[in-house]
Protein backbone atom coordinates (compact mmCIF):
# COMPACT_ATOMS: atom_id res chain seq x y z
CA UNK A 1 0.00 0.00 0.00
CA UNK A 2 1.64 3.49 -1.24
CA UNK A 3 1.82 6.17 1.58
CA UNK A 4 -0.66 8.43 2.25
CA UNK A 5 0.01 12.76 3.76
CA UNK A 6 -2.67 14.69 4.61
CA UNK A 7 -2.72 18.17 3.11
CA UNK A 8 -4.81 21.04 4.95
CA UNK A 9 -5.44 24.21 2.64
CA UNK A 10 -5.45 24.40 -1.32
CA UNK A 11 -3.90 27.88 -1.29
CA UNK A 12 -0.34 28.45 -3.24
CA UNK A 13 1.49 26.39 -0.46
CA UNK A 14 -1.04 23.58 0.15
CA UNK A 15 -1.13 23.13 -3.92
CA UNK A 16 2.60 23.03 -4.48
CA UNK A 17 3.25 20.59 -1.27
CA UNK A 18 0.58 18.06 -2.62
CA UNK A 19 1.62 18.18 -6.15
CA UNK A 20 5.55 17.42 -4.80
CA UNK A 21 4.70 15.08 -2.80
CA UNK A 22 2.60 12.93 -5.57
CA UNK A 23 5.38 13.56 -8.09
CA UNK A 24 7.82 11.22 -5.43
CA UNK A 25 4.78 8.60 -5.04
CA UNK A 26 2.93 9.55 -2.62
CA UNK A 27 -1.11 10.44 -2.10
CA UNK A 28 -2.83 13.25 -0.56
CA UNK A 29 -5.66 14.49 0.54
CA UNK A 30 -5.86 17.59 -0.28
CA UNK A 31 -8.61 19.29 2.84
CA UNK A 32 -9.66 22.48 1.81
CA UNK A 33 -12.85 24.08 3.34
CA UNK A 34 -14.05 26.50 0.53
CA UNK A 35 -16.53 26.30 -1.00
CA UNK A 36 -18.78 25.65 2.40
CA UNK A 37 -16.31 28.36 4.15
CA UNK A 38 -15.00 31.29 3.11
CA UNK A 39 -12.41 33.68 5.04
CA UNK A 40 -13.27 37.64 4.82
CA UNK A 41 -10.99 37.75 2.17
CA UNK A 42 -11.85 35.05 -0.39
CA UNK A 43 -14.44 34.66 -2.25
CA UNK A 44 -13.79 32.46 -5.39
CA UNK A 45 -13.86 28.81 -5.15
CA UNK A 46 -11.21 27.96 -7.00
CA UNK A 47 -7.71 27.36 -5.44
CA UNK A 48 -4.67 29.02 -5.13
CA UNK A 49 -6.76 32.26 -4.96
CA UNK A 50 -4.74 35.33 -5.31
CA UNK A 51 -6.15 38.24 -2.41
CA UNK A 52 -3.76 40.87 -2.90
CA UNK A 53 -1.98 42.23 -6.00
CA UNK A 54 -2.07 40.21 -9.02
CA UNK A 55 1.79 40.49 -9.65
CA UNK A 56 4.79 37.94 -8.49
CA UNK A 57 7.54 40.58 -8.68
CA UNK A 58 10.63 40.62 -10.72
CA UNK A 59 11.40 37.76 -12.94
CA UNK A 60 15.02 38.44 -13.23
CA UNK A 61 17.53 35.76 -11.47
CA UNK A 62 19.27 39.09 -10.60
CA UNK A 63 16.58 39.99 -7.99
CA UNK A 64 16.23 37.83 -5.35
CA UNK A 65 12.06 37.10 -5.49
CA UNK A 66 13.21 36.55 -9.16
CA UNK A 67 15.80 34.23 -8.37
CA UNK A 68 13.11 32.03 -6.14
CA UNK A 69 10.93 31.92 -9.07
CA UNK A 70 14.02 29.71 -11.35
CA UNK A 71 14.85 28.13 -8.20
CA UNK A 72 11.12 26.96 -8.43
CA UNK A 73 11.06 26.67 -12.04
CA UNK A 74 13.91 23.66 -12.26
CA UNK A 75 12.12 21.90 -9.42
CA UNK A 76 9.11 21.09 -11.14
CA UNK A 77 7.02 23.70 -9.41
CA UNK A 78 3.40 23.72 -10.36
CA UNK A 79 2.64 27.63 -9.04
CA UNK A 80 5.59 28.62 -11.54
CA UNK A 81 3.80 26.10 -14.01
CA UNK A 82 0.49 28.20 -13.76
CA UNK A 83 1.65 31.86 -13.12
CA UNK A 84 4.12 31.06 -16.97
CA UNK A 85 1.52 29.87 -18.74
CA UNK A 86 -1.20 32.70 -17.23
CA UNK A 87 1.39 35.95 -17.25
CA UNK A 88 0.07 39.38 -18.34
CA UNK A 89 2.31 42.15 -19.54
CA UNK A 90 3.88 44.22 -16.43
CA UNK A 91 7.36 44.97 -17.78
CA UNK A 92 10.15 42.93 -16.07
CA UNK A 93 8.12 42.00 -13.42
CA UNK A 94 6.18 38.38 -13.75
CA UNK A 95 2.01 39.67 -13.01
CA UNK A 96 -0.76 36.87 -13.80
CA UNK A 97 -4.63 37.00 -14.67
CA UNK A 98 -5.21 35.91 -11.53
CA UNK A 99 -8.70 34.36 -12.47
CA UNK A 100 -6.97 32.50 -14.83
CA UNK A 101 -4.28 31.77 -12.92
CA UNK A 102 -6.13 29.75 -9.93
CA UNK A 103 -8.27 27.50 -12.74
CA UNK A 104 -5.09 26.26 -13.97
CA UNK A 105 -4.15 25.24 -10.33
CA UNK A 106 -7.23 23.82 -9.97
CA UNK A 107 -7.69 21.73 -12.92
CA UNK A 108 -4.58 20.31 -12.51
CA UNK A 109 -5.12 19.32 -8.80
CA UNK A 110 -8.40 18.00 -9.41
CA UNK A 111 -7.84 15.94 -12.25
CA UNK A 112 -4.42 14.18 -11.01
CA UNK A 113 -5.47 10.75 -9.79
CA UNK A 114 -2.91 10.85 -6.64
CA UNK A 115 -4.68 13.87 -5.25
CA UNK A 116 -7.81 13.13 -3.54
CA UNK A 117 -9.50 16.76 -2.99
CA UNK A 118 -12.17 16.41 0.65
CA UNK A 119 -13.90 19.78 0.58
CA UNK A 120 -14.07 20.25 4.92
CA UNK A 121 -12.39 22.25 6.93
CA UNK A 122 -10.15 20.76 9.73
CA UNK A 123 -9.81 21.57 13.59
CA UNK A 124 -6.82 18.72 14.11
CA UNK A 125 -4.47 16.89 13.28
CA UNK A 126 -4.52 13.04 12.69
CA UNK A 127 -1.50 12.15 15.07
CA UNK A 128 -0.65 9.10 13.01
CA UNK A 129 -0.43 10.84 9.77
CA UNK A 130 2.25 12.83 8.03
CA UNK A 131 0.67 16.35 7.64
CA UNK A 132 1.31 20.01 5.66
CA UNK A 133 -0.62 22.29 7.86
CA UNK A 134 -0.95 25.37 4.95
CA UNK A 135 -3.93 26.90 6.29
CA UNK A 136 -2.48 30.66 5.50
CA UNK A 137 -2.34 33.62 6.82
CA UNK A 138 -6.66 33.55 7.60
CA UNK A 139 -6.62 30.27 9.46
CA UNK A 140 -9.84 29.53 10.66
CA UNK A 141 -10.30 29.97 14.36
CA UNK A 142 -11.41 26.30 15.14
CA UNK A 143 -7.52 25.55 13.44
CA UNK A 144 -5.83 28.56 14.81
CA UNK A 145 -6.74 27.51 18.52
CA UNK A 146 -5.70 24.24 17.59
CA UNK A 147 -2.04 25.19 16.61
CA UNK A 148 -1.61 27.40 19.55
CA UNK A 149 -2.91 25.42 22.42
CA UNK A 150 -2.88 22.25 21.02
CA UNK A 151 0.33 22.01 19.37
CA UNK A 152 1.56 24.67 21.75
CA UNK A 153 2.70 27.23 18.86
CA UNK A 154 1.07 30.18 19.78
CA UNK A 155 0.54 32.41 17.43
CA UNK A 156 1.28 36.27 16.28
CA UNK A 157 -1.33 38.78 14.16
CA UNK A 158 -0.39 41.13 11.80
CA UNK A 159 -2.79 42.64 9.08
CA UNK A 160 -2.42 42.48 5.31
CA UNK A 161 -3.87 45.30 3.31
CA UNK A 162 -5.06 45.00 -0.43
CA UNK A 163 -4.51 47.77 -3.25
CA UNK A 164 -8.10 48.98 -5.15
CA UNK A 165 -9.08 47.83 -8.90
CA UNK A 166 -9.98 50.19 -11.69
CA UNK A 167 -12.00 49.86 -14.85
CA UNK A 168 -8.86 50.80 -17.67
CA UNK A 169 -11.71 52.21 -19.63
CA UNK A 170 -12.81 54.71 -16.77
CA UNK A 171 -8.94 56.13 -16.72
CA UNK A 172 -8.32 59.54 -18.38
CA UNK A 173 -5.64 59.04 -20.41
CA UNK A 174 -5.67 62.37 -22.16
CA UNK A 175 -3.96 63.13 -18.31
CA UNK A 176 -2.45 59.73 -17.69
CA UNK A 177 0.01 57.81 -19.89
CA UNK A 178 1.89 54.22 -20.41
CA UNK A 179 5.36 54.27 -19.58
CA UNK A 180 7.82 52.43 -17.02
CA UNK A 181 10.61 53.78 -15.56
CA UNK A 182 13.79 54.96 -17.05
CA UNK A 183 11.94 53.64 -20.50
CA UNK A 184 13.24 49.97 -19.48
CA UNK A 185 11.32 46.88 -20.54
CA UNK A 186 7.60 47.24 -22.05
CA UNK A 187 5.77 50.45 -21.04
CA UNK A 188 3.16 48.64 -19.47
CA UNK A 189 2.55 50.76 -16.48
CA UNK A 190 -0.09 53.61 -16.31
CA UNK A 191 1.78 56.52 -14.90
CA UNK A 192 -0.84 59.65 -13.18
CA UNK A 193 1.23 62.64 -12.62
CA UNK A 194 0.77 64.96 -10.10
CA UNK A 195 2.06 68.79 -9.46
CA UNK A 196 2.89 70.02 -6.24
CA UNK A 197 -0.08 71.20 -5.56
CA UNK A 198 -2.33 68.65 -6.61
CA UNK A 199 -0.11 66.34 -4.02
CA UNK A 200 -0.89 68.63 -1.33
CA UNK A 201 -4.28 68.17 -1.51
CA UNK A 202 -4.33 64.75 -2.17
CA UNK A 203 -1.94 64.06 1.20
CA UNK A 204 -3.72 66.51 3.28
CA UNK A 205 -7.36 64.59 2.15
CA UNK A 206 -5.52 61.07 2.46
CA UNK A 207 -3.85 61.32 5.90
CA UNK A 208 -7.34 62.68 7.13
CA UNK A 209 -9.63 59.86 5.16
CA UNK A 210 -11.82 57.64 7.59
CA UNK A 211 -10.05 54.58 8.26
CA UNK A 212 -12.64 50.80 7.89
CA UNK A 213 -13.33 49.45 11.19
CA UNK A 214 -12.00 45.51 11.60
CA UNK A 215 -15.39 44.38 12.20
CA UNK A 216 -14.56 40.68 10.98
CA UNK A 217 -11.29 39.97 12.82
CA UNK A 218 -10.13 39.34 16.43
CA UNK A 219 -10.85 42.66 18.31
CA UNK A 220 -8.22 41.80 20.23
CA UNK A 221 -5.70 41.57 17.54
CA UNK A 222 -6.50 45.10 17.08
CA UNK A 223 -4.98 46.58 20.23
CA UNK A 224 -1.59 45.42 19.06
CA UNK A 225 -2.26 45.82 15.60
CA UNK A 226 1.21 44.97 13.46
CA UNK A 227 1.46 46.23 9.56
CA UNK A 228 3.96 44.30 7.83
CA UNK A 229 6.35 46.95 6.15
CA UNK A 230 5.87 45.48 2.89
CA UNK A 231 2.17 45.51 2.30
CA UNK A 232 1.84 48.64 4.35
CA UNK A 233 -1.26 50.91 4.05
CA UNK A 234 -0.70 54.10 1.85
CA UNK A 235 -2.46 56.16 4.34
CA UNK A 236 0.03 55.03 7.07
CA UNK A 237 2.42 55.08 4.98
CA UNK A 238 1.99 58.69 4.96
CA UNK A 239 1.38 59.72 8.45
CA UNK A 240 4.95 59.11 8.13
CA UNK A 241 6.25 61.72 6.34
CA UNK A 242 5.16 64.72 3.36
CA UNK A 243 7.47 62.63 1.06
CA UNK A 244 7.12 59.68 2.31
CA UNK A 245 5.05 58.41 -0.86
CA UNK A 246 7.32 60.62 -2.93
CA UNK A 247 10.20 57.91 -2.09
CA UNK A 248 7.40 55.50 -2.21
CA UNK A 249 4.83 54.28 -4.18
CA UNK A 250 4.87 58.00 -5.93
CA UNK A 251 8.04 58.54 -6.82
CA UNK A 252 8.75 60.12 -9.75
CA UNK A 253 11.73 59.06 -10.76
CA UNK A 254 12.36 58.13 -14.41
CA UNK A 255 9.16 58.85 -15.26
CA UNK A 256 8.46 61.48 -17.90
CA UNK A 257 5.11 63.12 -18.48
CA UNK A 258 4.73 63.54 -22.02
CA UNK A 259 3.11 66.90 -21.61
CA UNK A 260 5.25 68.96 -20.36
CA UNK A 261 8.72 66.66 -21.13
CA UNK A 262 9.74 66.77 -17.92
CA UNK A 263 9.54 64.64 -14.31
CA UNK A 264 6.53 65.31 -12.26
CA UNK A 265 6.03 66.16 -8.55
CA UNK A 266 4.58 62.78 -8.00
CA UNK A 267 3.74 59.66 -10.10
CA UNK A 268 0.66 57.06 -8.76
CA UNK A 269 1.44 53.85 -11.32
CA UNK A 270 -1.64 51.52 -12.28
CA UNK A 271 -0.34 47.82 -13.10
CA UNK A 272 -2.47 45.68 -15.67
CA UNK A 273 -4.86 42.80 -13.55
CA UNK A 274 -6.02 40.90 -16.41
CA UNK A 275 -4.71 40.06 -19.65
CA UNK A 276 -7.17 41.99 -21.53
CA UNK A 277 -5.97 45.34 -19.67
CA UNK A 278 -9.51 45.99 -18.44
CA UNK A 279 -8.63 46.13 -15.40
CA UNK A 280 -5.59 48.06 -13.60
CA UNK A 281 -4.30 48.35 -9.72
CA UNK A 282 -3.02 51.24 -7.93
CA UNK A 283 0.62 49.52 -7.78
CA UNK A 284 1.38 50.44 -3.72
CA UNK A 285 -2.14 52.12 -2.29
CA UNK A 286 -3.09 48.73 -0.15
CA UNK A 287 -5.12 50.41 1.98
CA UNK A 288 -7.76 50.31 4.70
CA UNK A 289 -9.67 53.50 4.17
CA UNK A 290 -13.85 53.01 4.22
CA UNK A 291 -15.32 52.42 0.64
CA UNK A 292 -16.30 56.02 0.34
CA UNK A 293 -13.13 57.76 1.39
CA UNK A 294 -11.01 55.53 -1.20
CA UNK A 295 -13.70 56.53 -3.91
CA UNK A 296 -13.81 60.47 -2.48
CA UNK A 297 -9.42 60.34 -1.88
CA UNK A 298 -8.33 58.45 -4.87
CA UNK A 299 -10.62 60.27 -7.75
CA UNK A 300 -8.36 62.95 -6.34
CA UNK A 301 -5.48 61.68 -8.53
CA UNK A 302 -4.96 63.18 -11.86
CA UNK A 303 -6.41 61.21 -14.61
CA UNK A 304 -8.76 58.72 -12.17
CA UNK A 305 -11.13 61.78 -11.56
CA UNK A 306 -14.29 59.51 -12.77
CA UNK A 307 -12.71 56.13 -12.13
CA UNK A 308 -14.41 52.95 -11.52
CA UNK A 309 -13.60 51.17 -8.74
CA UNK A 310 -13.90 47.20 -10.10
CA UNK A 311 -12.74 46.05 -6.46
CA UNK A 312 -11.52 48.33 -2.80
CA UNK A 313 -8.87 47.99 -1.47
CA UNK A 314 -9.37 45.72 1.51
CA UNK A 315 -7.53 44.97 4.94
CA UNK A 316 -7.20 41.67 6.39
CA UNK A 317 -5.90 39.79 9.51
CA UNK A 318 -2.52 37.66 9.11
CA UNK A 319 -1.54 35.04 11.31
CA UNK A 320 2.19 33.43 11.77
CA UNK A 321 4.31 31.25 14.16
CA UNK A 322 7.19 32.18 15.79
CA UNK A 323 8.78 29.55 13.48
CA UNK A 324 12.30 29.69 14.95
CA UNK A 325 11.11 28.36 18.30
CA UNK A 326 9.11 25.52 16.30
CA UNK A 327 10.31 24.53 12.85
CA UNK A 328 13.22 22.83 11.40
CA UNK A 329 14.44 23.86 7.96
CA UNK A 330 12.18 21.27 6.31
CA UNK A 331 9.27 23.38 7.37
CA UNK A 332 8.89 20.49 10.13
CA UNK A 333 8.05 20.60 14.08
CA UNK A 334 10.59 20.01 15.96
CA UNK A 335 8.54 18.14 18.77
CA UNK A 336 6.29 16.32 16.14
CA UNK A 337 7.95 15.79 13.34
CA UNK A 338 5.21 14.22 11.85
CA UNK A 339 3.60 17.70 11.52
CA UNK A 340 4.92 20.53 8.63
CA UNK A 341 3.80 23.90 8.27
CA UNK A 342 3.84 25.79 4.94
CA UNK A 343 2.52 29.24 3.63
CA UNK A 344 2.49 32.40 5.03
CA UNK A 345 1.60 30.86 8.45
CA UNK A 346 5.52 30.05 8.98
CA UNK A 347 6.80 33.51 8.58
CA UNK A 348 7.79 34.34 4.67
CA UNK A 349 5.74 37.00 3.13
CA UNK A 350 5.00 36.58 -0.41
CA UNK A 351 2.85 34.54 -2.66
CA UNK A 352 6.45 32.87 -4.51
CA UNK A 353 8.18 32.64 -0.87
CA UNK A 354 4.34 31.15 0.09
CA UNK A 355 4.67 28.50 -2.34
CA UNK A 356 8.58 28.41 -2.36
CA UNK A 357 7.81 27.03 1.39
CA UNK A 358 4.90 24.49 -0.06
CA UNK A 359 7.35 23.14 -2.16
CA UNK A 360 9.88 22.49 0.46
CA UNK A 361 7.17 21.08 2.96
CA UNK A 362 5.57 18.98 0.85
CA UNK A 363 8.96 17.21 -0.09
CA UNK A 364 9.81 16.76 2.98
CA UNK A 365 6.57 15.40 4.10
CA UNK A 366 6.61 12.95 1.18
CA UNK A 367 10.11 11.76 2.17
CA UNK A 368 8.65 11.15 5.79
CA UNK A 369 6.10 9.24 5.13
CA UNK A 370 8.04 6.84 2.66
CA UNK A 371 10.39 6.33 5.20
CA UNK A 372 13.38 8.75 3.59
CA UNK A 373 15.68 11.03 5.34
CA UNK A 374 14.78 14.70 5.17
CA UNK A 375 16.19 17.06 2.60
CA UNK A 376 17.63 20.28 3.43
CA UNK A 377 18.61 22.58 0.51
CA UNK A 378 21.88 24.37 0.58
CA UNK A 379 21.52 27.60 2.42
CA UNK A 380 23.43 29.73 -0.97
CA UNK A 381 19.94 28.67 -2.83
CA UNK A 382 16.92 31.38 -2.01
CA UNK A 383 14.62 28.29 -1.23
CA UNK A 384 17.22 27.16 1.41
CA UNK A 385 17.93 30.74 3.10
CA UNK A 386 14.29 31.14 3.54
CA UNK A 387 13.88 27.98 4.94
CA UNK A 388 17.33 28.70 7.13
CA UNK A 389 15.53 31.96 8.14
CA UNK A 390 12.39 30.64 9.44
CA UNK A 391 13.58 27.99 11.46
CA UNK A 392 16.81 30.25 12.96
CA UNK A 393 15.25 33.44 12.71
CA UNK A 394 17.03 37.22 12.51
CA UNK A 395 18.38 39.37 15.02
CA UNK A 396 15.52 40.36 17.90
CA UNK A 397 11.69 39.56 17.67
CA UNK A 398 10.77 37.25 14.26
CA UNK A 399 9.10 39.12 11.84
CA UNK A 400 7.80 37.81 8.35
CA UNK A 401 10.63 37.90 5.29
CA UNK A 402 10.70 38.69 2.02
CA UNK A 403 12.87 36.46 -0.43
CA UNK A 404 16.23 39.16 -0.03
CA UNK A 405 20.33 38.41 -0.99
CA UNK A 406 20.33 39.46 2.97
CA UNK A 407 19.52 35.93 4.31
CA UNK A 408 21.85 34.53 1.99
CA UNK A 409 25.46 33.55 3.34
CA UNK A 410 28.20 36.08 1.12
CA UNK A 411 30.39 35.22 -1.54
CA UNK A 412 32.98 35.44 0.40
CA UNK A 413 34.58 37.80 -2.54
CA UNK A 414 34.75 40.98 -3.93
CA UNK A 415 33.07 41.83 -7.03
CA UNK A 416 33.47 44.45 -10.01
CA UNK A 417 30.23 46.32 -10.93
CA UNK A 418 28.16 47.05 -7.46
CA UNK A 419 25.41 45.29 -6.53
CA UNK A 420 23.55 44.22 -9.85
CA UNK A 421 26.92 42.08 -10.56
CA UNK A 422 26.93 40.80 -7.12
CA UNK A 423 23.05 40.18 -7.09
CA UNK A 424 24.67 38.06 -10.70
CA UNK A 425 27.10 36.23 -9.08
CA UNK A 426 24.71 35.28 -5.73
CA UNK A 427 22.54 33.81 -8.70
CA UNK A 428 24.55 31.74 -10.68
CA UNK A 429 26.17 30.72 -7.37
CA UNK A 430 22.47 29.18 -6.53
CA UNK A 431 21.37 27.89 -9.73
CA UNK A 432 24.42 25.90 -9.85
CA UNK A 433 23.64 24.72 -6.25
CA UNK A 434 20.17 23.91 -7.32
CA UNK A 435 20.88 21.84 -10.18
CA UNK A 436 21.83 18.57 -8.16
CA UNK A 437 18.15 18.62 -6.85
CA UNK A 438 16.20 17.08 -9.35
CA UNK A 439 12.55 15.49 -9.46
CA UNK A 440 13.50 12.35 -7.99
CA UNK A 441 15.35 14.37 -4.90
CA UNK A 442 17.60 11.27 -3.95
CA UNK A 443 20.48 13.22 -2.62
Same mark, same amino acid.
Given at each position: ???? +???????? &????????? @??????????????????? &??????? &??? @???????????????????????????? +??????????????? #??????????????????????????????????????????????????????????????????? &???? +???????? $????????????????????? $???????????????????? #??????????????????? *???? $????????????????????????????????????????????? #?????????????????? $?? *?????????????????????????????????????????????????? @??????????????????????????????????????????? @???????????? +?????????????????????????????????????
Amino acid at each position: MSAT +IDIYGAGL &AGCEAAWQA @VKLGVKVRLFEMKPQKYTP &AHHNPAF &AEL @VCSNSLRSDSTSNAVGLLKEEMRRMGSL +IMEAADATRVPAGSA #LAVDRVLFSQYITDRIVSCPDIEVISAERDRVDADTVTVIATGPLTSDPMATYISETLGCGNLHFFD &AAAP +IVDFSSIN $MDIAYFASRYDKGDADYINCP $MTEEQYDAFYKALISAEEAT #LKDFDRESQKSLKVFEGCM *PVEV $MAKRGYDTLRYGPMKPVGLIDPRVGKEAYAVVQLRKENREGTMFN #LVGFQTHLTFPEQRRVFR $MI *PGLENAEFLRYGVMHRNTYLNSPDLLSPTYAMRERPNIFFAGQMTGVEGY @VESAGSGLVAGLNAARRALGKGELILPEETMLGAMAAYVSRGG @VGAFAPMNANFG +IVPPLGYRVKGGKAAKNEKLAERALDAIKDFGTGFEK
